[in-house]
């Protein structure tokens, strides 16, 4: 019989279980030791395409790996129904070691950053000498994001049946980076060859703005994929954003290696890159700061880049661009 009052002890405690039972809760996590190993190929809103063995395999993120972010380039553990199947679903239980990691801003004074892809070693920077007109601003951009995230830059000018490459080339010509010039009309023969042999054995990933014709060349090295197209706006010079995610493809053949188209951009913002690292992706300046002063911002009148550049050892558009870049991360400093 139940008692009441003081007289009641702990038998006479009654315990309802909750309404999701009385199962007790735990840290331990399963270690999920029978994963399969899986590359990102793409991610779109919340799914992640995944390649394990010859399969693709759509997948979710699993709970138990919180906010980390998967991108484009991850190797994955993943678990759960690896058929393939149609409307079949798995899970991304572990992101591995990443061994490099390209990222951006929206812009230098927005702190949040987006993951452009993950391990690879090479960015191709993809730029139009006509049509619209080629952003060095830009491209200077993109050298100092290879350069911090430790990828080898290649850059591919296309267009050229439009204007010449030479002016181009002779402004990052002391830098020594590989490039290769790319005409509208052959993207199917020599030249679509030629920046094969450049990103074979390698993961490259693309980037550039948009109407440059960056997935126009990647449809022409993998063209059994043949992604959308489209033009540059007549009015503003501009192109229009025809690649809505990044995809990695694999090369055709048995050269290996695999390239990753991204979104087009118009903006590449840097506030992930401490200013002091900046003057790593300006070989050709980097020499001059030796005899800078202590802590020099290389923008005041004792700073050596200005004697290095009236000495002929680097262009004056090359120490414009670090000074401007330099400038906004002060401002973001600053704010």
Same mark, same amino acid.
């Given at each position: 019989?139940? &008692?009441?009052?003081?007289?009641?002890?702990?038998?006479?405690?009654? #315990?309802?279980?909750?309404?999701?039972?009385?199962?007790?809760?735990?840290?331990? &996590?399963?270690?999920?030791?029978?994963? /399969?190993?899986?590359? #990102?190929?793409?991610?779109?809103?919340?799914?992640?395409?995944?390649?394990?063995?010859?399969?693709?395999?759509?997948?979710?993120?699993?709970?138990?790996?919180?906010?980390?972010?998967?991108? %484009?380039?991850?190797?994955?553990?993943?678990?759960?129904?690896?058929? $393939?199947?149609?409307?079949?679903? =798995?899970?991304?239980?572990? #992101?591995?070691?990443?061994?490099?990691?390209?990222?951006?801003?929206?812009?230098?004074?927005?702190?949040?950053?987006?993951?452009?892809?993950?391990?690879?070693?090479?960015?191709?920077? %993809?730029?139009? *000498? /006509?049509?619209?007109?080629? &952003?060095?601003?830009?491209?200077?951009?993109?050298?100092?994001?290879?350069?911090? =995230?430790?990828?080898?830059?290649?850059?591919?000018?296309?267009?050229?049946? *439009?204007?010449?490459?030479?002016?181009? *080339?002779?402004?990052?010509?002391?830098?020594?980076?590989?490039?290769?010039?790319?005409?509208?009309?052959?993207?199917?023969?020599?030249?679509?060859?030629?920046? &094969?042999?450049? *990103?074979?054995?390698?993961?490259?990933?693309?980037?550039?703005?948009?109407?440059?014709?960056?997935?126009?060349?990647?449809?022409?090295? #993998?063209?059994?994929?043949?992604?959308?197209?489209?033009?540059?706006?007549?009015?503003?010079?501009?192109?229009?954003?025809?690649?809505?995610?990044?995809?990695?493809?694999?090369? +055709?053949?048995?050269?290996? $290696?695999?390239?990753?188209?991204?979104?087009?951009?118009?903006?590449?913002?840097?506030?992930?890159?401490?200013?002091?690292?900046?003057?790593?992706?300006? +070989?050709?300046?980097?020499?001059?700061?030796?005899?800078?002063?202590? /802590?020099?911002?290389?923008?005041?009148?004792?700073?050596?880049?200005?004697?290095?550049?009236? /000495?002929?050892?680097?262009?004056? =558009?090359?120490?414009?661009?670090?000074?401007?870049?330099?400038?906004?991360?002060?401002?973001?400093?600053?704010?």
């Amino acid at each position: 019989m139940r &008692r009441y009052g003081k007289d009641t002890d702990e038998e006479d405690v009654r #315990v309802r279980p909750g309404r999701k039972g009385s199962r007790p809760r735990t840290r331990i &996590r399963p270690k999920h030791e029978d994963a /399969a190993e899986g590359f #990102v190929l793409t991610v779109d809103r919340g799914r992640i395409t995944c390649l394990v063995d010859d399969r693709r395999i759509t997948a979710m993120k699993a709970r138990e790996l919180g906010r980390k972010g998967i991108a %484009v380039g991850d190797r994955v553990d993943i678990v759960g129904d690896l058929s $393939g199947a149609k409307d079949t679903l =798995a899970r991304i239980v572990r #992101v591995q070691e990443r061994s490099s990691v390209l990222r951006r801003t929206a812009d230098d004074d927005d702190p949040y950053e987006r993951v452009v892809v993950a391990n690879a070693d090479q960015l191709a920077i %993809v730029t139009a *000498l /006509a049509d619209p007109e080629p &952003r060095p601003r830009l491209i200077d951009r993109c050298l100092v994001a290879a350069y911090d =995230a430790g990828l080898e830059p290649l850059l591919i000018l296309t267009k050229s049946d *439009l204007a010449p490459a030479e002016p181009l *080339l002779e402004t990052y010509a002391p830098l020594g980076i590989r490039y290769v010039v790319t005409r509208s009309d052959e993207l199917d023969g020599a030249a679509a060859d030629e920046v &094969r042999e450049r *990103l074979a054995g390698r993961m490259t990933a693309c980037v550039g703005h948009s109407g440059v014709g960056k997935t126009t060349l990647v449809n022409a090295l #993998v063209p059994e994929y043949a992604r959308a197209t489209g033009n540059v706006n007549a009015v503003t010079g501009r192109g229009r954003h025809t690649t809505t995610s990044a995809l990695a493809l694999p090369l +055709p053949g048995d050269i290996g $290696g695999w390239v990753i188209d991204t979104p087009g951009v118009r903006s590449f913002g840097l506030h992930h890159v401490e200013p002091s690292r900046v003057i790593h992706a300006f +070989p050709d300046l980097e020499p001059g700061t030796e005899q800078c002063p202590r /802590a020099c911002s290389h923008d005041e009148p004792d700073c050596a880049l200005d004697a290095w550049v009236a /000495a002929g050892h680097a262009e004056p =558009a090359r120490l414009h661009s670090l000074r401007r870049l330099l400038a906004t991360r002060e401002r973001r400093e600053g704010d």
